[in-house]
């Protein structure tokens, strides 16, 4: 190691600033010591730079990296895997930066960052992060520039401009290519995070849990609907049914012993006698909409009854509503037509009218006897519904987020005693006594309602539009949708959750909610979630469907020539508007940076009333000012020696040492002329 | 080797008071390898000033007096038949010197100067289908009295454009004429005068003016003086190309003789008037004087986009 | 095999001639210029891939996003690398002799165009590379020394201009023939006889003040000269160092023939000349040379001294 390498202290800085930024999203994820650690590092790299201490040797460096791959594996449990690897890699990364020995060490530091920067998109894919990812990218070229302008009299600024430049033109020609390369399915399956947080309804339901979903003003999804917007009753946007009751939690549940092409059928598998019945019984669509999903590492999706779908991997369920075959890992997005069937197309199976009549055997002992009673009384199914629904509306029951927490037997002591809960106490209670009747019902669970944004024309359906409510079989018409809410709180279905809760004299969770209701917030609002719509759609969302969509419209069809020939065309044509550009503005030459400080100076004179011409030399300045000003004329001379040696005389000295000389002369002559009077020249 | 070229402007004004501008110019102009043109009105010193600089130079001169009944073969030479030999050779004229006085060019007639002329601008002389060339170096001092006396032909403005420089002395200062009034015959002085430089030296710093650094800059100056003249409309016409080469080279000599290796703005706008004043013809009138001010005060020195 | 190889550079010297002549002025432009990707270019595509791997498993439409911007970074680099060769203009200028065995110098100047230049590597096959940045519109001079390997005028061979300016990328390059020579003197040899005619006696033992025939004037004192020459007097009177010159007559000068060193090889004679001529010159005595085709009149002083440097070295078609 006969000499180091040194970065050009005009790259260094942003180097080290590029090098900080790309690891700093990293950081905010990581395990503490990390964020202790890396900063350090990098101090320690900045004092290298300063002279103040020197780059580690190599058992330190070894050590450090032996420590750090020990905390990741303490702190992860494993090396393998996107966070534990990523974490790795930032912390080998910022390491890296204190062995930068050679000029190829640089290199590395600077593809690595590329590199780790690429990373944050595994865990943050919002606009606002690709905009910053954008900016340090910017950094991490101007670094690259700077590292390959070895003089030293490069400026730093030079560097960043022309980083950014590059990272500029080059979007134009990203663009094309983000439309046009063709879009594969993976190539090996890779599950990004097994023990991720799950987000959105769950499949189970205890009281208590869907009214703390609803504090989240989290976008859960967004629909875009080709033609009409169905009005607020009508958005019931079902997820998923709970079929099974323990007392306490409602569950998804399907019997052991039926096959799952009895209740899910996916695409590309045989026909079963039930969803046969269902398609043959389709007739128009009732409504024609796309939804844009957010993550939620589950696998159901949600639509408006009855759905169906031709996404790939996208199945139909019995209980009419939409499955993946996987978990929804990344924004998803799928077609949808939802029918309406206005008699029962689809039979009732044994098991399934056992599953959804089951009780618990003990508990809740008075309310199976009052629904038993009402039902004698009530002569029929449909009746002994409408009068429980009756009973919700009129009896003094309490919409709110923050029910009391009920005794053992839930559905008895929220009946009878506490008469406030959320929609899954309502919607639990009018199962259970539906059961209790011995009438066949089920849990819906999913979202209610969706706020329309004017701008993009789509609903917005977030975390706190979350829902339950109740479908029933009735024998004429099928499975029919009760909602027992809204016989509580007609509002909370026409108007929604906060309306719905200031009725009953409470507010949805402080600030957010107050925020809500402030106009220009929510104009606001509905602007950056337009924003979100469309980087959901367009960006995230891009994937080989809606391209496929988007070329056949562009290209009217899709074959591999027409996508070469159109790379070829456009990326060509992108690439030549830059060239041309870059052409055009080179062709007349800049003000090269003494020029331009001339400028300044001349300026500076004339505002100061200094009598000068167009063809004032620079000697002809200084002349000028030792009449007006006599005390700068000293300033003024040293200024245009320079200036001189800059423009004038053969290259020589050191031009950025000359350029702070020429600032500074024009700052201290700027002061000098301030504080003193004008003298006339004579003659002027 | 500057010292010695000033040593040389200190000895001419010795002998020609109070024009030492003047006599830095004419310096500056056979540094320049320019031929030089004198104008002023006659008794004004003009033959005296190109003595002094043939002699401070230690030049091999001489002198014509131009006159309307010369005619070309006495400046150029003549082939004449030698009967002893039974051959002809040349006889050649006063042009085969290394500093030619042509006082008072404009008495010549067009034919005659016209001969002069190309002979400055070949450095050779072709006789009889025989081609000579002028020693080195060549220098064509010339005087001429303002056109409007009586009995001149005015040089056409291609030939004007031939000189480098035209400069003109002016009337002496009063203090200059009781120094004159008081002292000896200035001419007699000149042609006493000890040589100060001797032609090895001349020449050495004709070579140095080409060596002067004209950076990029500076040359951008002088072609956007060029440009000026032709597309201002101040000129009928603009200056020629080989006005803006003569331009950069009299600023080269004149920095050189301020003793700097590199030409700044100021040294294009002292040779400036000298250089093209004769060669630019004012479309509003006024003299040639006011339009090259004017061109050098509606050009900004430093390029401002 | 090597035959082969031989052929194929000879071919490839042969295309180069004819695509890029020998000028002493030389503008680069697409008809000169070579560009090609860097290892570290591959390793840059080589990531973007990785990443279009990644976004494509992942089925994250942002890291296909940034690799694609890499790769566009790099076609633009392309672009921007090449702009930077674009345009330069290199002029053949001035040379610095040097002994053979030594080193000389050539100077090139490299002049910009209407944008910056920057980083550009100047060098000579063999020989140290210099860097240079040019501003716009300015003119940089550049000294590359080259190897002097034989009397006389010394080919450099092609002059190479490279860079990877702005991101090391791409490197792109040019090799220009600028029909430079740098001049290689002769390799002073020690010892014999000095090869002279005339003077007083042979042996060059000559009266130590030079030419007090004619005093010729004064020039200003340069280190070196003989202190008995200086014009004390005028120093005396505040005139400063100056030095008295003579001229001396040619007769009774010390002549160094080519002739007088029979019985050697030429490149011998030539050194030996060369030698002596620097130690007369630093005696500070005049001397004349007389060459096969050359003659120099006797002089002394620096610029004399390289006139008969000069004169050596290209002397016999040198």
Redesign the interface.
């Known amino acids: 190691m006969a000499r180091l390498y040194q970065v050009p202290h005009h790259a260094f800085m942003w180097l080290l600033l590029a090098v900080l930024m790309a690891t700093l999203p990293h950081l905010m994820r990581a395990p503490g010591w990390m964020m202790v650690v890396v900063p350090v590092l990098l101090c320690w790299r900045f004092l290298v730079q300063r002279g103040r201490l020197r780059m580690p040797g190599k058992i330190i460096r070894a050590t450090l990296m032996v420590v750090a791959v020990l905390a990741t594996l303490y702190s992860y449990g494993t090396l393998l895997g996107p966070e534990a690897g990523v974490a790795l890699l930032v912390v080998a990364f910022a390491l890296k930066t204190l062995e930068m020995f050679r000029l190829r060490d640089a290199y590395v530091v600077i593809i690595l960052a590329c590199f780790v920067l690429a990373t944050t998109f595994l865990f943050n894919r919002d606009p606002l992060t690709t905009v910053y990812v954008g900016v340090v990218l910017v950094l991490v070229m101007a670094a690259l520039v700077g590292i390959n302008h070895a003089q030293s009299g490069a400026s730093s600024w030079g560097h960043l401009r022309l980083g950014g430049a590059l990272v500029l033109q080059a979007l134009p020609l990203m663009m094309v290519l983000f439309v046009l390369v063709p879009r594969f399915p993976p190539l090996w399956n890779m599950q990004l995070n097994p023990e991720r947080a799950r987000t959105g309804m769950s499949d189970s339901m205890a009281p208590g849990e869907i009214s703390n979903l609803s504090r989240s003003a989290e976008p859960a999804f967004r629909v875009e609907f080709e033609g009409e917007v169905p009005p607020p009753a009508l958005r019931y946007w079902r997820g998923l049914t709970y079929s099974w009751f323990d007392g306490r939690r409602w569950s998804q549940a399907a019997p052991q012993h039926t096959a799952r092409l009895e209740y899910v059928r996916f695409p590309d598998e045989a026909t079963p006698p039930w969803y046969a019945s269902l398609l043959s019984a389709r007739g128009e669509p009732e409504w024609r909409y796309r939804v844009i999903m957010e993550r939620t590492g589950r696998q159901w999706l949600y639509a408006l009854s009855v759905p169906f779908t031709d996404k790939s991997g996208v199945g139909v369920a019995r209980d009419k509503r939409l499955v993946s075959r996987f978990e929804i890992d990344s924004t998803f997005d799928y077609r949808v037509e939802s029918y309406r069937f206005p008699v029962a197309v689809e039979g009732l199976e044994e098991w399934e009218r056992q599953l959804n009549v089951s009780l618990p055997s003990s508990g809740n002992l008075r309310t199976r006897r009052l629904a038993e009673q009402w039902h004698q009384e009530a002569g029929s199914d449909r009746a002994f519904i409408d009068r429980l629904l009756r009973w919700f509306n009129e009896e003094p029951f309490f919409y709110t987020l923050e029910p009391p927490l009920l005794a053992e037997d839930t559905v008895d002591d929220f009946i009878f005693r506490s008469r406030r809960g959320f929609c899954e106490h309502y919607s639990s209670a009018f199962a259970f006594m539906l059961r209790a009747a011995g009438i066949p019902a089920r849990i819906v669970a999913g979202y209610q309602g969706g706020e329309l944004n004017r701008l993009g024309n789509h609903l917005m359906v977030r975390q706190y539009d979350a829902h339950v409510w109740v479908e029933a079989w009735l024998p004429a018409q099928g499975w029919v949708e009760f909602d027992p809410t809204a016989a509580v709180a007609p509002s909370r279905v026409e108007f929604g959750l906060d309306q719905a809760l200031s009725d009953f004299g409470e507010q949805a969770g402080g600030f957010g909610a107050n925020l809500r209701r402030n106009p220009l917030f929510s104009r606001l609002s509905h602007m950056t979630d337009y924003m979100d719509f469309v980087w959901s759609k367009w960006v995230l969302g891009y994937n080989q469907d809606s391209q496929f969509e988007i070329l056949s419209r562009l290209l009217g069809q899709v074959n591999p020539q027409r996508i070469a020939v159109a790379l070829v065309l456009a990326g060509g044509g992108v690439v030549l508007l830059v060239l041309g550009w870059v052409l055009w503005r080179s062709r007349t030459p800049g003000l090269s940076w003494w020029q331009k400080e001339h400028g300044r100076m001349l300026r500076l004179l004339n505002n100061r009333g200094v009598p000068l011409t167009q063809g004032t030399s620079p000697q002809g300045m200084v002349d000028a000012v030792a009449v007006s000003y006599p005390s700068a004329a000293r300033l003024l001379q040293d200024w245009q020696r320079c200036y001189e040696h800059m423009a004038y005389r053969r290259p020589g000295q050191d031009p950025e040492l000359l350029r702070r000389q020429l600032v500074l002369l024009r700052r201290k002559a700027a002061v000098a002329m301030r504080g003193a009077p004008r003298l006339m020249d004579k003659e002027a | 080797m500057a010292?010695?070229i000033v040593r040389a402007v200190e000895a001419v004004s010795s002998v020609v008071l109070g024009k030492e501008e003047q006599i830095r110019l004419a310096v500056a102009c056979m540094i320049a390898r320019g031929h030089l043109l004198i104008e002023d009105l006659p008794g004004m010193g003009k033959t005296t000033l190109a003595h002094a600089l043939a002699k401070v130079f230690s030049l091999d001169y001489r002198r014509v007096q131009f006159t309307s009944d010369m005619l070309p073969a006495d400046i150029l030479g003549v082939s004449v038949f030698d009967p002893e030999r039974r051959e002809f050779h040349l006889r050649q004229g006063p042009v085969f010197t290394q500093l030619l006085l042509a006082d008072e060019i404009n008495r010549a007639t067009p034919k005659t100067q016209g001969a002069l002329l190309e002979a400055m601008e070949e450095r050779q002389v072709t006789l009889d289908g025989e081609t000579r060339t002028l020693p080195e170096p060549f220098f064509v001092i010339a005087t001429q009295n303002p056109i409007t006396q009586a009995g001149t032909f005015p040089l056409p403005e291609s030939q004007l454009d031939r000189f480098l420089m035209r400069i003109s002395l002016g009337y002496p200062s009063a203090e200059t004429e009781r120094e004159l009034l008081a002292g000896s015959d200035r001419r007699d002085q000149a042609l006493s005068m000890k040589p100060v430089l001797?032609v090895a030296e001349l020449m050495q710093s004709m070579a140095q003016v080409e060596k002067v650094?004209a950076?990029?800059?500076?040359i951008?100056y002088i072609q956007r003086l060029m440009a000026h003249s032709r597309n201002s409309g101040l000129f009928t016409a603009g200056l020629s190309p080989r006005a803006g080469l003569g331009l950069l080279r009299a600023a080269r000599a004149w920095a050189l003789l301020a003793g700097n290796?590199?030409?700044?703005?100021?040294d294009v706008?002292v040779v400036l008037g000298p250089v093209t004043a004769h060669r630019l013809q004012g479309s509003a009138g006024g003299g040639p004087e006011s339009s090259t001010r004017q061109l050098?005060?509606?050009?900004?020195?430093?390029?401002?986009? | 095999m090597k035959a082969l190889r031989r052929r194929i550079r000879s071919l490839y010297q042969r295309w180069l001639q004819h695509r890029i002549p020998p000028s002493r002025r030389v503008q680069l432009g697409q008809r000169n210029i070579f560009i090609f990707p860097t290892g570290y270019g591959f390793l840059f595509l080589l990531i973007a891939a990785l990443l279009f791997v990644a976004g494509i498993n992942y089925e994250n439409n942002l890291l296909l996003g940034f690799s694609f911007l890499l790769v566009s970074i790099f076609l633009m680099a392309i672009l921007h690398t090449f702009r930077n060769l674009a345009g330069v203009v290199l002029i053949a200028g001035d040379l610095r002799p040097g002994f053979v065995g030594a080193r000389g110098a050539l100077e090139v100047r490299v002049q910009g165009g209407s944008y910056p230049h920057r980083s550009l590597t100047l060098h000579w096959p063999g020989s140290p590379a210099e860097d240079v940045s040019v501003e716009p519109g300015r003119e940089e001079s550049v000294w590359l020394s080259v190897n002097l390997t034989r009397r006389g005028r010394e080919h450099p061979g092609r002059l190479r201009i490279d860079s990877r300016y702005p991101l090391g990328l791409l490197r792109t390059w040019s090799m220009i023939d600028l029909d430079s020579r740098c001049i290689a003197w002769p390799k002073p040899l020690p010892g014999g006889e000095c090869p002279g005619t005339g003077g007083d006696d042979d042996s060059g033992r000559q009266a130590q003040d030079q030419g007090s025939e004619d005093f010729d004037g004064l020039r200003n004192y340069v280190a070196g000269d003989s202190l008995r020459s200086v014009d004390w007097k005028s120093y005396a009177r505040g005139r400063g160092l100056n030095t008295k010159q003579f001229t001396d007559p040619a007769e009774g000068r010390l002549w160094l023939t080519w002739e007088s060193l029979t019985g050697h090889d030429p490149e011998i004679r030539y050194s030996k000349l060369c030698y002596w001529v620097l130690e007369l010159d630093r005696e500070h005595r005049p001397y004349g040379l007389i060459l096969p085709d050359s003659q120099l009149d006797p002089a002394s002083g620096a610029a004399h001294r390289e006139r008969a440097l000069e004169l050596l070295a290209l002397s016999g078609g040198g």
Not at chain 2, 296 to 305: A, G, T
């Open positions: 010292v010695a001797g650094h950076s990029p800059d500076l951008d290796d590199y030409v700044t703005p100021e706008q050098l005060e509606s050009v900004p020195v430093v390029r401002r986009h």
